[in-house]
């Protein structure tokens, strides 16, 4: 047990499986690195970045934390996303959140878990910026689920707001940043709407977000 000799025997039947398609996959793979989209998710095991959306290794370019957050302080955010967009040239960032997410809820309740508490300050800043959106709902699951959408409305908006992306703009770099949420019971995707490619288009499209409607 303590060599996990299991992920190393799941590992080389990957290996050889993928090399069966495609006999020169890893080569290919080892000369560079390419990819178009930049994911920024939750580090929850159920929601594997890749995977969900049928894309091959080298093909996604992966941030996870908890709660899929986007903190302008934070270096280890901000590095990913100046490396993916200065030095990769991805087109989409894409933040995508999770029914289910154990930090939303934990925010919404203002659970004491440790550490984290910390962390999940930020989606606590998110719920009491929309708490009075969160009241109007009858059920803890519906204030759930609406904070989860929230919470990636304002890491969008985040996004959008950092000087890397600002800057990209600025010379006319296309890149886009998207709002989507996974869902567990289905394993389907949901776009909020939000798709925010200048400065522009900010406004009305987290407006819009925030409120529920299509823009």
């Excluded at 960032?93 to 809820?105: E, N």
């Excluded at 930020?122 to 929230?150: I, M």
């Amino acid at each position: 047990m303590r060599f996990l000799r299991h992920l190393f025997q799941n590992n080389s039947a990957w290996a050889a499986e993928i090399t069966r398609k495609d006999p020169d996959f890893f080569n290919a793979l080892s000369s560079q690195q390419a990819p178009a989209h930049l994911w920024i998710g939750c580090s929850d095991s159920r929601v594997p970045a890749n995977e969900i959306v049928g894309l091959l290794p080298g093909e996604m370019f992966v941030h996870r934390n908890v709660a899929n957050v986007v903190v302008h302080g934070d270096l280890n955010c901000l590095s990913v996303i100046q490396y993916a967009v200065d030095v990769l040239r991805v087109r989409h960032i894409i933040v995508c959140g999770h029914y289910g997410c154990g930090g939303v809820l934990s925010a919404l309740r203002d659970d004491k878990l440790g550490l984290v508490d910390n962390w999940l300050r930020h989606v606590q800043d998110v719920r009491w910026k929309h708490q009075d959106q969160l009241d109007e709902l009858h059920t803890e699951a519906e204030q759930h689920d609406r904070l989860c959408e929230l919470n990636v409305v304002e890491q969008v908006v985040n996004v959008a707001q950092t000087t890397v992306v600002r800057d990209a703009w600025s010379r006319n770099q296309p890149v886009a940043v998207h709002g989507w949420v996974y869902g567990l019971r289905d394993g389907l995707l949901r776009d909020l709407g939000m798709v925010i490619t200048s400065p522009e288009e900010l406004l009305v499209k987290a407006k819009a977000a925030r409120e529920g409607v299509s823009a």
